[in-house]
Structures are given as structure tokens and as C-alpha cells.
């Protein structure tokens, strides 16, 4: 049983360990600014397009910076179960009410891209691949977080049952709200990284992703994308909602 103080340390390690990152990113951001502000020192300001390629640029050059850092063996924190925040947060960039109402029975998660076998999923497929769990935090880029359970199959395990190319960049995904993300190949082989089917121990519902999510602890938020439609593997950027409007694409934590 864990003791009060124990919990205690434990928080104060979760909590060390998440000040490190923040300042970690924050210098990132120092550099990034310092690097484009440099940059910039030869542009006309109006020039919009200028202005943007050259920030584009270093944004590009702190995602490479992060993913030199990141390391597939570093875990995210995890945590009991009474832990877990009730309610779970609904996010997402449209209100709750407009969440995609999905046909389980008829769902097929679609594959494309450098995969060897490209045929459709069933839910009951993806059910019958070993499953696991998590309660892990979900890192708002807003400044909230909540903890959450999600089960599902480890998504290194998916990958490799359709015979993904483990040495391609990127893994994108397409989702029935409209919504587009995409992953760095090392992210999506992380131990961790999740394609969840259950909140809890419930099917997910419409408002957390219904039928299918990729809990990516390791990630921001808006990184975890929901009611996934398709997934494809490959070496052309493929970019993201947020991320093509400026967020930065690695976003690691």
C-alpha cells in the first residue's frame, strides 16, 4: 500500500522530472526565437512570405533538436487508479455535441502508404490482438492536464502485424471528424504509444474517440488524435491540423 509519503516523493519525482522538460522546451523556444530573429535581421518585416519561410524553417530545425532528445526507453509517468480525473476533460476544436457519430458495426480502419498488407480492420480484429493499458496524463498545449485509462493494442504491435516499414519517417492519420495527425517513426514504436479502443473499461465514447484513438503519452495533446479512420505509413512530411497552423510538429514531452 502506498503511504502518504510516498506518494509525496513519487509526486515530487513526476513533478521534477516534468519542471526539467518545461525548461528544456523553454530553451528550445529561446533558441528557436534567437535563431529566426537572426535570421530575419536581412527581411523586409512586411514581406509575409519571407517571414514565414524563415520561421518554418527553425521550426523544422526544433523539431529535429527535439527528436534528437527523445528516447524511445524514457517512460512517461504513470499512475494509480485513484488518480484518474472524473470527468475526463472533453478537447477537441469543435464543441462536444459535433463529435462524429461512427457505426461500430461498420467501422474499417483503412491502411495505406509503405504497408505491406493493406487490408481493412474490423474492430473485432484489432480486439483479437493482444491488449493492454495505461493510466498516463494528457498534457494540454492550453496548460491543463488530466489523468486518464486507456486500453488497446500496443501500436508497435499493430505496425508490425501489418507489416509496416519500420524505416520510413513518418506515420499519418486521417480522422472521421476531420481532424489530421501524424507521428516520427521512433514516437510510434515507443512502448507506450497506444491505439486505444477502451476508455477505462468501456468502449471509448464518441467525445474521447470513438472507435478508435492513439494514446501517445509522451506527446502534447493535441499529438493524440481520435475516431481514426486511416492510418498510413510514409517519408513525405505529412504534417497536421495544428501543426500547418503554426504549432510545432515534434511536440514531445
Known amino acids: 500500500m502506498t ?9 515530487l519525482s513526476v513533478h521534477k522530472r516534468q519542471v526539467e522538460n518545461l525548461q528544456r522546451r523553454l530553451l528550445l523556444k529561446e533558441m528557436l526565437s534567437l535563431g529566426a530573429l537572426g535570421m530575419l535581421a536581412g527581411c523586409d518585416l512586411q514581406d509575409g512570405d519571407a517571414v514565414d519561410k524563415v520561421l518554418w524553417t527553425m521550426s523544422r530545425w526544433n523539431d529535429r533538436v527535439q527528436a534528437k532528445l527523445f528516447s ?3 517512460l512517461a509517468p504513470t499512475y494509480e487508479a485513484s488518480r484518474i480525473t472524473r470527468p475526463f476533460p472533453f478537447n477537441a476544436f469543435y464543441p462536444e455535441y459535433d463529435a462524429p457519430d461512427i457505426d461500430g458495426a461498420a467501422f474499417r480502419l483503412q491502411l495505406s502508404g509503405k504497408i505491406d498488407d493493406k487490408r481493412a480492420w474490423t474492430l473485432a480484429d484489432l480486439r483479437a490482438l493482444p491488449q493492454s493499458g495505461q493510466i498516463t496524463r494528457h498534457i494540454c498545449i492550453e496548460g491543463w492536464s488530466a489523468i486518464g485509462e486507456w486500453r488497446g493494442v500496443a501500436f508497435r504491435t499493430f505496425l508490425e502485424r501489418i507489416g509496416a516499414d519500420m524505416t520510413a519517417r513518418y506515420v499519418g492519420f486521417k480522422c ?14 515507443h512502448p507506450q504509444t497506444l491505439l486505444a479502443l477502451d476508455f477505462g473499461a468501456d468502449p471509448l465514447p464518441a467525445e474521447y474517440g470513438f472507435p478508435l484513438k492513439l494514446r501517445v503519452p509522451t506527446k502534447l495533446g493535441f499529438k493524440n488524435p481520435k475516431h481514426i479512420a486511416e492510418i498510413f505509413v510514409t517519408n513525405d512530411y505529412p504534417g497536421g491540423y495544428w501543426e500547418d497552423q503554426g504549432y510545432n510538429w515534434f511536440s514531445g514531452v
Open 72 to 74: 524511445r526507453t524514457r
Open 176 to 189: 472521421a471528424d476531420k481532424y489530421y495527425s501524424s507521428l516520427d517513426m521512433e514516437t510510434a514504436m
Open 3 to 11: 503511504t502518504p509519503r510516498r506518494r509525496s516523493q513519487q509526486d
